[in-house]
T-cell receptor, first 114, second 112 residues
Framework: KAGVTQTPRYLIKTRGQQVTLSCSPISGHRSVSWYQQTPGQGLQFLFEYFSETQRNKGNFPGRFSGRQFSNSRSEMNVSTLELGDSALYLC?????????????FGSGTRLTVV | GENVGLHLPTLSVQEGDNSIINCAYSNSASDYFIWYKQESGKGPQFIIDIRSNMDKRQGQRVTVLLNKTVKHLSLQIAATQPGDSAVYFCAETLTGRRALTFGSGTRLQVQP
């Protein structure tokens, strides 16, 4: 079965711009989570969506937002980009069967802010 | 790559040796733990998981040990191969929290 698909793979943006990243989960997975990975901070949780509802949010400023569509695909948006937003953004999908298992990650979108 | 510049602890082993990667987790209430492998340019890949009601779980060439008393996880890789070279992360969560907390990672280098 197809894995988690993230698009685009690479992005270069200028400070102050905004960006939208996309994630298509594994078929049948209804939970989608987003993580930011940087050399300095490692992997950090951004937010999690299930059935179009945000259920959990990490400690990131309001410039980071997301949404989920009825087909479980998810997008995240970062507005007013800062240099420090340069990172690998990873999406993970899971069954969310109540046991907290089965997080599968995509290959990520590498965002560079210049 | 995403781990370039980050001073990760590095474990260097010879091909065929056994590897042990350690992780200290932070939340004593966490009840589910996962080990991930991340190769350059890729997302984390699931290796093995364990629930807090177990202290050991085995997979193919890998074993995870959980010591809740000292909040410690370890990943043992038997007969390490060059293809095992990657950065390894432990992650913890609490059922219902729906968010993983990752450790800082360990780079495994396998010398042929």
């Amino acid at each position: 079965k197809a894995g988690v698909t993230q698009t685009p793979r690479y992005l270069i943006k200028t400070r102050g711009q905004q960006v939208t990243l996309s994630c298509s989960p594994i078929s049948g997975h209804r939970s989608v989570s987003w993580y930011q990975q940087t050399p300095g901070q490692g992997l950090q949780f951004l937010f999690e969506y299930f059935s179009e509802t945000q259920r959990n949010k990490g400690n990131f400023p309001g410039r980071f937002s997301g949404r989920q569509f009825s087909n479980s695909r998810s997008e995240m948006n970062v507005s007013t980009l800062e240099l420090g937003d340069s990172a690998l953004y990873l999406c993970a999908s899971s069954l969310d069967d109540g046991r907290g298992r089965g997080y599968t990650f995509g290959s990520g979108t590498r965002l560079t802010v210049v | 790559g995403e781990n370039v510049g980050l001073h990760l602890p590095t474990l260097s082993v010879q091909e065929g040796d056994n590897s042990i990667i350690n992780c200290a987790y932070s939340n004593s209430a966490s009840d589910y733990f996962i080990w991930y492998k991340q190769e350059s340019g890729k997302g984390p890949q699931f290796i093995i998981d364990i629930r807090s009601n177990m202290d050991k779980r085995q997979g193919q060439r890998v074993t995870v040990l959980l010591n809740k008393t000292v909040k410690h996880l370890s990943l043992q890789i038997a007969a390490t191969q060059p293809g095992d070279s990657a950065v390894y992360f432990c992650a913890e969560t609490l059922t219902g929290r729906r968010a993983l907390t990752f450790g800082s990672g360990t780079r495994l280098q396998v010398q042929p």
